[in-house]
């Protein structure tokens, strides 16, 4: 049986090839390590991901089947479009980081505990900080947060960390914006990393790993849009993302 590489502390960024990650679970290639943002953008470039507990070592994944989004085709189920239409909701991208990470970090209902740990909060702060990830906050009309999405932008290719809902559709607003505007950028995938029915309802579906590896490393060598993206994102209003250039291809 293939053992379980385990990271260093050091300078140096030893990940394996992703190949070697297990059957069993799925996509689990190495632990350890730490979560400093030269050791975070190469493992997202090489379609690597840091997910664990706090009572577990730092776990990297690589699955071997990807789920992605094609941002242009996102699907936008007809009862959403109609209440959307009506939606008096805004947008705003790095409006509130910090926010919506605490947000997505906070306990669910049927589930104990988190795994955005304090690490994991930290990390992607910094990056944050750094112009390589960012938030699309949604707001209703009194500036309450009633959902949003977090993850990092490295080139042409956006990685999905983690969205929340606080009231019924704030998630799927914010990932359907997203989307929207990733493809008005020409960013033409969005990484999802695990298949839920949620995500599938709108238009996720999967990448087999040796090919999704190989698109992250095409879309990442392109130039990107760095620094923050307060103020620039396309979409300000959740109505607008039933406008036909906001849609799915036919």
Not at 54 to 78: C, K, M
Not at 118 to 137: I, N, P, Q, R
Not at 156 to 161: D, I, K
Not at 164 to 177: D, I, Q, R, T, Y
Request: net charge neutral.
């Amino acid at each position: 049986m293939m053992q379980l590489m385990r990271l260093s502390k050091s300078a140096s960024i030893d990940f394996p090839p992703v190949e070697h990650a297990l059957a069993e679970p799925d996509g689990l290639l190495a632990q350890g390590g730490d979560l400093r943002p030269d050791r975070l953008l190469e493992a997202y470039r090489r379609g690597i991901f840091p997910w664990y507990s706090d009572d577990q070592p730092i776990l990297w994944w690589s699955p071997s089947q990807r789920t992605v989004f094609d941002t242009a085709a996102a699907h936008i189920p007809r009862r959403l479009r109609r209440w959307l239409r009506q939606c008096d909701w805004t947008i705003e991208a790095d409006g509130d980081f910090s926010e919506v990470m605490h947000a997505c970090a906070a306990p669910r209902a049927g589930h104990q505990g988190t795994w955005i740990t304090d690490a994991m909060l930290d990390a992607y702060t910094h990056l944050h900080e750094l112009g390589h990830a960012h938030s699309l906050e949604v707001r209703d009309a009194t500036g309450a947060l009633v959902g949003g999405i977090y993850g990092v932008a490295l080139g042409r290719m956006f990685f999905g960390e983690s969205m929340f809902s606080a009231c019924s559709n704030g998630s799927k607003v914010a990932l359907l914006a997203l989307c929207a505007g990733l493809a008005r950028w020409g960013f033409p995938l969005l990484d999802a990393q695990m298949a839920t029915p949620h995500l599938s309802s709108l238009g996720a579906f999967e990448l087999p790993r040796a090919r999704f590896c190989a698109q992250v490393a095409a879309l990442c060598a392109q130039p990107g849009r760095g620094g923050s993206w307060r103020g620039l994102f396309p979409f300000k209003h959740a109505a607008e993302l039933t406008q036909p250039s906001t849609t799915e291809r036919t």
